[in-house]
C-alpha cells in the first residue's frame, strides 16, 4: 500500500505570500498525483491532477510539480479563499486510491 | 452545470443498515465512473469505493469490503451505497465523486456532492 505523508501540517502565512505544501509517496507514483482544497463545510475541489495539470476553472497562482515520490503545490501569492485544508492524492494504484493527511493554511 | 446530490444518511445503530442514493445531473451519467469517499468528523479523506461506467468493474477499500456494495442505476442517473453491517467507526460524511475522465476509470475526482452524514451509534 502506497502510503502519502504531507508536510507541513499548518502552514501560517498571510494574504499576498506564497505557500509551498509537500507531499511525499511512500513508493514512485509516476506522475499519478492530484491535489485539492477543502473549506470548512464544503466538498473538497480538485486543483491539480497528474502532479501539474490544472482542473477547470483553477486560477493560475495554483502551481503543481514533481514526480515519483515528492510532489509540490504551490500557491505564489495567497488570497484571502485560498485559506483552507490541501490534501494530495495518488492513483498510481486506482485500486487503493489514498489520500495525504492534509496540510492547513490558515492566516498568520 | 454537474450535479451531485446524496441522500439517504441518518443516524443507525451498530449492525444495521443504510443505504445510500447519489442523484447525478449536468453530464452524461453512463459514461463515467463513480466513487464513494467519506470523512469522519474532523478527520481527513477516505476513498471508499468505485464503480466503472458500465458496472463491469467494481473496486473497494478494504475497511468496508464485504460488508457495502457499490451499485449504480445508469436509466435513473443514480449511484448507489448499501451499507450493512455498520460500525461505529463508519460514521462519517460519505461524498459521492464523478471520475475526471469520460469512459477510463480515471482515479481522480474531478466533481463531488455535498455529502450525507452518517452517524452509528447506539
Known amino acids: 500500500e502506497i502510503v502519502l505523508t504531507q508536510s507541513p501540517a499548518t502552514l501560517s502565512l498571510s494574504p499576498g505570500e506564497r505557500a509551498t505544501l509537500s507531499c511525499r509517496a511512500s513508493q514512485s507514483v509516476s506522475s499519478y498525483l492530484a491535489w485539492y482544497q477543502q473549506k470548512p463545510g464544503q466538498a473538497p475541489r480538485l486543483l491539480i491532477y497528474?502532479?501539474?495539470t490544472r482542473a477547470t476553472g483553477i486560477p493560475a497562482r495554483f502551481s503543481g510539480s514533481g514526480s515519483g515520490t515528492d510532489f509540490t503545490l504551490t500557491i505564489s501569492s495567497l488570497e484571502p479563499e485560498d485559506f483552507a485544508v490541501y490534501y494530495c492524492q495518488q492513483r498510481s494504484n486506482w485500486r487503493g486510491e489514498t489520500f495525504g493527511p492534509g496540510t492547513k493554511v490558515d492566516i498568520k | 452545470q454537474v450535479q451531485l446530490v446524496e441522500s439517504g444518511g441518518g443516524v443507525v445503530q451498530p449492525g444495521r443498515s443504510l443505504r445510500l442514493s447519489c442523484a447525478a445531473s449536468?453530464?452524461?451519467?453512463?459514461?463515467?465512473?463513480m466513487h464513494w469517499v467519506r470523512q469522519a468528523p474532523g478527520k481527513g479523506l477516505e476513498w471508499v469505493a468505485i464503480?466503472?461506467?458500465?458496472?463491469?468493474?467494481?473496486y473497494y477499500a478494504d475497511s468496508v469490503k464485504g460488508r457495502f456494495t457499490i451499485s449504480r442505476d445508469n436509466s435513473k442517473n443514480t449511484l448507489y451505497f448499501q451499507m450493512n453491517s455498520l460500525r461505529a467507526e463508519d460514521t462519517a460524511v460519505y461524498y459521492c465523486?464523478?471520475?475526471?475522465?469520460?469512459?477510463?476509470?480515471?482515479?481522480?475526482?474531478?466533481?463531488w456532492g455535498q455529502g450525507t452524514l452518517v452517524t452509528v451509534s447506539s
Open positions: 497528474d502532479a501539474l
Open positions: 465523486a464523478r471520475d475526471l475522465q469520460q469512459w477510463l476509470v480515471d482515479g481522480y475526482f474531478e466533481y
Open positions: 464503480i466503472s461506467y458500465d458496472g463491469s468493474n467494481i
Open positions: 449536468g453530464f452524461t451519467f453512463s459514461h463515467y465512473a
